[in-house]
């Protein structure tokens, strides 16, 4: 749901949607991550960025191979 309201604010707000989409992924990543004085913190960011760069090279490679 969050995501698709911040695509829609995207696409017919696009001027004050930078600013706006800034602010909802610091809100949520505050909400989502331990204290910035836990120890694993760090250890989490790192683990979700991971993750996306698979799923981000699972998906350009899928791409690549249908052409």
């Known amino acids: 749901m969050l995501l698709s ?3 829609d604010w995207t696409r017919d707000s696009p001027t004050t ?3 706006g989409l800034a602010r ?3 809100r949520f990543t505050v909400n989502v991550i331990p204290d910035p004085d836990h120890a694993a ?3 989490t960011l790192e683990a979700m960025r991971n993750e996306r760069l698979v799923l981000a090279h699972a ?3 899928a791409v690549a ?3």
Do not use: G, Q
Request: hydrophobic share 50%; proline share 6%.
């Open 5 to 7: 309201a911040l695509r």
């Open 59 to 61: 998906v350009h490679s």
């Open 24 to 26: 909802s992924i610091i």
């Open 41 to 43: 913190t760090a250890e």
């Open 17 to 19: 949607a930078a600013p």
């Open 65 to 67: 191979a249908r052409r």
